[in-house]
């Protein structure tokens, strides 16, 4: 009697143990399921999600190294090469980060300055000194004022120091001392061959034709055309997972338009044929940028915008990628909008709109718009026209800055001349 006790009870020890070995194996798939942004027939519910963690945002650049006998010019560069972080962008950041006490200055102060030796960056885009910064590499330590925004900047060796000035492209210029020794600006000016740019402001009768800062190749750049393929033709679910949606959600339909709606409460994505989406968060936010505080920095804002941007296109996108156009800020919204660039040309479209905007209620991310995109390199090269004959078109339009660009039209993407 006692034996056939002890069996009952290592019958049922046995089964047991079995039925925690299971729970434990069901428990940890779901967590793996989870950690893997995959999903089951439910959405997973928590806490909200940040920005997964893509590539560095970075800024198209055009640079001018200026020696005693000539320039050395910089047309397709990123914030991200290699060759333009060390030593460029190192130094730009040396310069943000020790200048004090701007002091108001002249366009004409700016221009002056320029056609003597330095080392000239120009952004494209008016972004606040932090985001610059941020964008060049520099961590928390470096915190240049908010309140300051620059598109051109130029250092330049004065009295065994540098200055730095900042030009916002429109009325606002200023200048500041730094710690950059004039030594080692001479020493980066060294590096360059220069002869092969110059800028409408060195004569021949450009600087009455043109902007004076069109930087101008003496050898216009060869530039690849691509074709427009379909970035969301393998299917969406991986898109909608990435935004914290279910994608057998029942309430996924398409309307007569084309559209694809997918609500999840009162969140809502739509897809539309053009390949553009438009996420509104509703009142409990999925996504949120890194920050330390309630209200994100300009420079949190704008790298983590980026980040979840680029997150976005890294599945179907190659070598395109987001840069940062503008910030805005009013209380506690911040609204960002981006463009493209391909390898540091910036992309324009023919409507002139933008490839991303997101507005950030606090951390939240609340609302998304892209066009996501897809280039195939194409055989043939974009052609661009002989230098003397894009310079006598753009003396159509006196006063304008000529530079180079792509754009897309009908189904292709091409470089050319621009005229702004």
Not at 84 to 97: T, V, W, Y
Not at 326 to 337: F, H, I, K, N, Q
Not at 356 to 379: H, K
Not at 395 to 414: D, N
Request: proline share 7%.
């Amino acid at each position: 009697m006692g034996e056939q006790r002890q069996d009952r009870r290592n019958l049922v020890q046995n089964i047991l143990i079995t039925l925690l070995a299971l729970s434990a194996a069901v428990l940890f798939t779901q967590t793996q399921l989870y950690n893997l942004n995959l999903t089951t027939s439910e959405a997973p519910s928590g806490p909200a999600q940040s920005a997964a963690p893509a590539a560095e945002l970075a800024a198209p650049v055009r640079t001018a190294v200026t020696g005693d006998y000539g320039r050395c010019g910089g047309l397709t560069c990123t914030t991200g090469d290699p060759v333009f972080a060390d030593p460029l962008g190192r130094r730009l950041l040396e310069a943000l980060g020790s200048a004090r006490d701007y002091a108001p200055c002249s366009r004409g102060d700016f221009l002056r300055a320029l056609r003597g030796p330095s080392l000239y960056y120009d952004f494209l885009e008016p972004l606040p000194l932090s985001v610059l910064a941020g964008l060049l590499g520099g961590g928390e330590d470096v915190s240049p004022r908010e309140d300051l925004s620059a598109r051109r900047l130029l250092i330049v060796p004065q009295e065994g120091g540098a200055v730095l000035y900042l030009w916002d492209g429109g009325e606002n210029c200023f200048r500041a001392s730094t710690a950059v020794s004039s030594d080692s600006l001479e020493q980066v000016i060294s590096r360059y061959e220069l002869g092969d740019a110059s800028f409408a402001m060195d004569g021949g009768g450009l600087e009455r034709e043109l902007d004076p800062c069109s930087l101008l190749p003496a050898q216009p750049p060869e530039l690849p055309s691509f074709t427009l393929g379909d970035p969301l033709a393998g299917g969406t679910d991986w898109l909608l997972s990435a935004l914290g949606f279910n994608p057998r959600s029942r309430t996924r339909h398409t309307e007569s338009s084309g559209t694809e709606l997918i609500i999840d409460g009162d969140r809502t994505l739509r897809i539309r044929p053009d390949n553009t989406i438009h996420y509104q968060s509703g009142n409990e936010p999925i996504l949120r940028v890194k920050a330390a505080g309630d209200l994100p920095t300009a420079r949190e804002a704008a790298l983590g915008a980026g980040s979840l941007l680029s997150s976005l296109l890294a599945p179907v996108s190659g070598e395109l990628q987001p840069w940062l156009q503008s910030l805005r800020r009013s209380g506690d919204v911040t609204a960002l909008r981006f463009g493209y660039q391909l390898k540091g040309v910036p992309v324009r479209f023919q409507d002139g709109g933008f490839a991303a905007e997101i507005t950030l209620t606090g951390s939240a991310v609340t609302a998304l718009s892209l066009r996501f995109r897809q280039y195939n390199a194409a055989e043939e090269p974009s052609l661009l026209l002989p230098l003397p004959q894009a310079l006598a078109v753009a003396a159509a339009s006196p006063g304008k800055e000529l530079s180079i660009g792509y754009v897309e039209r009908g189904g292709e993407c091409r470089a050319y001349w621009l005229s702004d």
